[in-house]
């Protein structure tokens, strides 16, 4: 038996197959939006507002759909993407990130160019201090 087929009987038994089922709606989900205008919406408010930070989550009351939250200094965006029928549709919009609940501030997407999505990684690697001594 592998590590992925439990016991179903067993605490925490699906853990990992839920897991792995929810990152593969999510990513799916990143790349429907990535092919489709709302990547271009953020590549335009990109050009204005500078870089933004982007959340992808699960969407709330299906199992096909995810939740991508897009934010700046001044003002955020969602879209609700269904990975079943492959719909992307604006949900929301408001001026302050706090407005948000914590779910959707869970900055775990980059933004890289022509408003393009990343899901699982929250930027790019830190750069390493030049301020360091050198001998």
């Known amino acids: 038996m592998s590590i992925y087929q439990r016991d179903p009987a067993a605490p925490g038994a699906n853990v990992r197959s839920r897991r792995a089922r929810l990152d593969g709606r999510l990513e799916a989900a990143v790349e429907l939006f990535n092919a489709g205008d709302a990547a271009r919406v953020v590549a335009g408010l ?8 982007a959340s992808v989550g699960a969407g709330a009351g299906s199992p096909t759909q995810a939740r991508i939250t897009v934010a700046w200094e001044l003002c955020w965006y969602q879209w ?52 360091l001594r050198r001998r």
């Open 80 to 131: 609700s993407v269904d990975v079943a029928d492959g719909t992307v549709g604006e949900i929301g919009k408001g001026e302050v990130v706090e407005q948000l609940d914590s779910s959707a501030r869970h900055w775990n997407a980059a933004v890289g160019e022509m408003g393009l999505l990343s899901f699982g990684s929250a930027g790019p690697a830190p750069r390493r201090r030049r301020w």
């Open 46 to 53: 990109t050009r204005s507002l500078g870089q933004p930070r």
